[in-house]
């Protein structure tokens, strides 16, 4: 989770850099009084490209959600922007969630297109007139349920898989003191220069 959550920032700061207008030009090496960096180096990634992979990953896990974003490209840059670093912290953990975690991943990814529906039906309400909200409300409602549910499947596995690994560190910590002996002989023969196993 630790590792997750530090590609996570690590990829957040990297796709600010890129999206952000450039700053006064830089010397090679990053001093001041140089050529600029060029997209696509890397030292900042293009934010084309990055956006081509987000955008691809996004209509995977919430084809609605990225229509929606592809129409405000269009209509409000800068919204977009806004709205697109958003949703990109949340493409890339289930991106790293597809491949730990399969389980939580589709609970999540369920969870996710459950709150695209929520906020579209949520907008409609606002504009609508007072005779039309009553089923509106009971949509949300109903939407919202169905929302809670998919999160706390997510929770449940993320739980259930961290639960199995703490057990095979128990294992493994158990097996460990049982062959406490050997397994210091065996570093001593490694660091006196006769190889052994592992420490």
Do not use: C
């Not at 959550?5 to 006064?24: E, N, R, S, W």
């Not at 806004?82 to 597809?98: G, I, T």
């Amino acid at each position: 989770m630790t590792r997750l959550i530090y590609f996570t920032l690590v990829f957040i700061l990297a796709l600010a850099g890129a999206l952000q207008a450039q700053g006064p030009p830089e010397a090679p090496g990053g001093g001041p009084g140089g050529p600029p960096m060029q997209p696509g180096s890397a030292d900042r990634p293009a934010p084309q490209e990055m956006e081509k992979r987000v955008m691809e990953a996004l209509r995977e896990v919430d084809p609605d959600r990225a229509q929606e974003l592809q129409a405000l490209k269009s209509s409000e840059p800068e919204a977009f922007q806004r709205a697109f670093m958003e949703v990109a912290q949340r493409v890339m953990m289930l991106e790293q969630m597809k491949r730990v975690d399969p389980q939580s991943y589709q609970a999540a990814v369920d969870e996710m297109r459950l709150e695209t529906r929520v906020l579209r039906v949520s907008r409609k309400y606002r504009e609508a007139p007072s005779d039309k909200r009553a089923a509106m409300e009971k949509e949300m409602r109903t939407l919202l349920v169905a929302q809670l549910e998919a999160r706390e499947a997510a929770m449940r596995h993320r739980i259930e898989r961290m639960e199995s690994e703490l057990a095979q560190m128990k294992k493994r910590l158990e097996e460990r003191s049982k062959n406490r002996a050997s397994i210091v002989d065996r570093r001593l023969a490694e660091l006196t220069g006769d190889p052994g196993s592992e420490w």
